[in-house]
């Protein structure tokens, strides 16, 4: 697991998790919430660069493929619960992609560990809402900034918003079978 474990694309994946204290402390340090937004966006942009890189230079590991997504997840609960701290994000969204993401996480994290399930890729249409939920909550931060065009913000963020819940939850309901079929292939082997 741990070899391959200094590439480019894991100290892209480290440099994207190091950059999470600096948006808390712009956030509730230096209580800027337009700054916030915009590394709260830039880290969520930069999430299909590990990847990429990966790729393009034949950097894969498996480490990466754990680190990577663990990350993804690290970003996504601590910028949600600092909005929500904040009061940026409405409540009952965020709570549901909370929601969402611990119960995935845990069917992943129970499957794999303990009945072995081997490891699966996020399908395109998981990926597709964390991209538009990615994008989603910068702008819920940005439209609470003050900033003259903060209204604008907001109806972007329920524009790829709603979409992006919806989605969420249709691809955490598709997964369920997925894992199934995983653990039960797993029992197979054993």
């Known amino acids: 697991m741990f070899d391959g474990l200094v590439t480019i694309p894991n100290a892209v994946t480290l440099i994207r998790l190091l950059c999470l204290p600096v948006f808390l402390w712009v956030l509730f340090g230096l209580d ?57 994000a409405p409540l009952w969204f965020a709570l549901i992609v ?14 794999t560990f303990v009945f072995k399930m081997e490891r699966f890729d996020v399908t395109w249409w998981g990926k597709t809402a964390a991209f538009l939920l990615m994008f989603t909550f910068p702008g819920f931060l940005m439209g609470e900034s003050g900033m003259p065009i903060a209204s604008a913000f907001t109806v972007a963020s329920w524009i790829l918003g709603i979409p992006g819940i919806v989605l969420s939850v249709y691809t955490a309901c598709a997964y369920v079978p997925l894992v199934v079929q995983g653990v039960r292939n797993a029992r197979l082997q054993t």
């Open 98 to 111: 909370l929601i969402r993401e611990v119960l995935v996480a845990a069917m992943m994290l129970v499957a």
């Open 32 to 88: 800027n919430q337009h700054a916030a937004a915009w590394l709260l966006g830039s880290i969520g942009a930069t999430d299909w660069v590990d990847g990429f890189l990966a790729r393009r230079l034949n950097q894969t590991s498996e480490f990466g493929k754990i680190f990577d997504p663990t990350v993804d997840r690290i970003l996504f609960f601590v910028g949600i619960v600092a909005l929500i701290i904040d009061g940026s």
